[in-house]
């Protein structure tokens, strides 16, 4: 008598249509799908990316888990510019739009970049250390950059 194997089957995932490409779909667990069909997700850095492509063409690439926490609701929760302009006090630099900074030296980036590790959300910058003297990099609309110390910064919005 044959002994035949049986596998176990799990329930489909709800899914989510993707503002940015609305002919994709994303479950709770980040596979992304077109036309019911599984994309291939890349690995790097240890995040699976998805490629999609919106109505104009143009191509796409996100960390999917990340995406799919931020649908359905199980991402944390992010500062907004109106939490860094309102709750923390935090001031526009003039020369530097993308940025604000508080009173005790906090800098924010209020406009996200479109790519990079902090695509889409607001964030704080990280400081290197030049001795012991705390540095930002600024970068403008045009790609132009500024390495920064951290007190100079201060100095601009609220003063010495």
Known sequence: ???RAQTAHYPDSPRAPISFAPAYEID??????RRNKRLTLISRSGKWFAQVYDNEGCKHLFDSEKLAAQIFG???????????????DARILVD????????????????PPKRGPNAGEVYALRETLQGDTPYVT?????????????DDVVGMVWGD
């Open 74 to 88: 199980d991402a944390p929760t992010l500062l907004t510019r109106e939490d860094i302009l309102g709750k923390l």
């Open 138 to 150: 600024l970068y403008g609309k045009n790609g132009s950059r500024r390495f920064i110390r951290v």
């Open 1 to 3: 008598m044959a002994h």
């Open 28 to 33: 709770r667990h980040g596979i992304v799908y």
């Open 96 to 111: 530097w739009p993308r940025y604000a900074v508080t009173p005790y030296g906090a800098i924010y980036c209020i406009e």
